[in-house]
């Protein structure tokens, strides 16, 4: 018999599809105090979890046969994945089960705020006043809607505003347009093209890339009397710029579900009238919370009987099993996936990656962790170990591994080579010692330099004065310099990688950029 112990309340069908298994022996703890629950872990094979549950290394140590975890719903912050990983437990969650409950939060959200519903029911339900010539609103008719992000939640956004007659329009760098424009959709490359929208949605993960996506300097930009809206991720608008502009009616509306610290009881949006806010409720439909039981139930019982692991978080690959330098080489390939997509941003088109000496028989699970790097930074917590080649398959992604049994250069070599519609980039590393992990090469220039931190990629016309001129751009603004690697090729280029204690804004780049030695410029973080 496998064991599953249900952590947190879930819809009562995940509990009976639990229950009706000959080989399952399932207990529903939700109801208990976290300290009692953990007495009872020890026996669990897999665990179903929600936000209430920590999985922390107290849980861990008390659940010590424990084979995977399943948290019912999007968010894993309050799981402990590293950890799990090194024990050996696979981490899945369930993304899709609330994708409709989202979308149509988003369009409740569009709604309220061109008819103003809210304020219309509280001036007739509570002040009883019959003001009808307080209540002229806008139609979505003929409005253009800017939408950020068009992955499941973006992309049927996209069609209900259709259905409106609304003009739609999507940017989301890492799509082919084809996804957008086979729908009757839009597709721009160019971000600006979104600002100039009547209102602006966004659907990305959050990460450095999408963090303060829009601050007062997009808002600049913005049409007078813009409407926008946040049913993502706290953080991606910059809630201070967002105040003002809304303080000033620039926004005209905003729809927030998230907020950049939660619960967002005391966030100084609440105290505006020109916000429209939920408690962060994208997933509240009963609808939605019966397929999450569902989806996490039907997972729990795959992971159990060792059939599956559906949306795994993490590889189940305990310490023990790998010598310490495989395990080097893993996060040398995934880090060199992630640098690669940051350097060459674009809709990927095929993703090759060759491996020279005895890393060679560790193939498969190396390419694993190349595409999670890949498209890490595009798809965040939707990307697995477990589902990134079919991922990267149904994107259409041309994948290829190759071996060879030496290396002319190290013990053992990385290279992944990722092209896109506009280019192609390869990026090539190894390991010293076990663990200094290097990179070593990028697109034939040498470099000798761990892949970590905030980076440039500065390539350009190999001439006296550009380093100078780097240099005085960063110190004008206060820019420090941690390390600064440079290569030169036989066509008369060079090639800078430049680490920089803190963050780089577009206006420097840009600056840089207009350096006429200047070839290309890269934004990386790692």
Partial sequence: ??????????????????????????????????????KLLKDADVIITRSSTNVDEKLLTCAKNL????????GVDNVD???????????????????????????????????????????????????????????????????????????????????????????????????????????????????????????????????????AKEIKQMKEGVILINCARGGLYNEDDLYDALKSHKIRWAGIDVFNKEPGTDNKLLDLDNVYVTPHIGANTLESQEQIALQ???????????????????LPVKEADLPKSVKAYLELTQKLGFFCAQANKGAITSVHLNLEGEIGKYADSLMAFALVGVLKSSLGDKINYINAQFIAKERGIEMSVKTKKNSNSYKNLVTISLATAQESLSASGTVFEEDIIKLT??????????????????????????????????????????????????????????????????????????????????????
């Fill in 1 to 38: 018999m496998h064991k599953i112990i249900v952590c947190d309340h879930i819809h009562q069908k995940g509990l009976d599809l639990l229950t009706n298994q000959d080989d399952i022996q399932m207990e529903n703890l939700a109801h208990l105090q976290k300290d009692e629950l953990l």
């Fill in 67 to 74: 084979k995977a975890i399943i948290r019912a719903g999007v």
């Fill in 81 to 215: 994945i590293d950890s799990c990983s090194r024990k050996g437990i696979v981490v899945m969650n369930v993304p899709t089960a609330n994708t409709i409950a989202a979308v149509e939060l988003t369009m409740a959200h569009i709604i309220n705020a061109v008819r103003n519903f809210p304020g219309a029911d509280a001036q007739l339900r509570i002040q009883k006043k019959w003001k009808r010539e307080d209540w002229y609103g806008t139609e979505l008719k003929g409005k253009k809607i800017g939408i950020i992000g068009f992955g499941n939640i973006g992309s049927r956004v996209g069609i209900r505003a259709k259905a409106f007659e609304m003009e739609v329009i999507t940017y989301d760098p890492y799509i082919f347009a084809s996804k957008a424009t086979d729908m009757g959709i839009a597709y721009t490359e160019n971000f600006e093209d979104i600002l100039k929208c009547d209102i602006i949605t966004i659907h990305t993960p959050k990460n450095e890339e999408t963090k303060n996506m829009i601050t």
């Fill in 296 to 314: 996490a139930a039907q997972a729990a019982l795959e992971a159990a009987r060792g059939a599956n692991y559906p949306n795994a978080l993490n």
């Fill in 441 to 526: 090469d990028i697109n034939g220039f040498n470099i000798d330099i761990e892949p970590k931190g905030r980076m440039i990629l500065f390539k350009n016309t190999d001439i006296p004065g550009v380093i100078g001129n780097v240099g005085n751009i960063l110190g004008k603004h206060s820019i420090n310099i941690a390390d600064f690697r440079l290569s030169r090729n036989s066509n008369k280029e060079a090639l800078a990688l430049i680490v920089l204690d803190s963050q780089i804004s577009e206006n420097v780049i840009q600056e840089l950029r207009g350096i006429p030695a200047c070839i290309s410029i890269r934004n990386v973080t790692i």
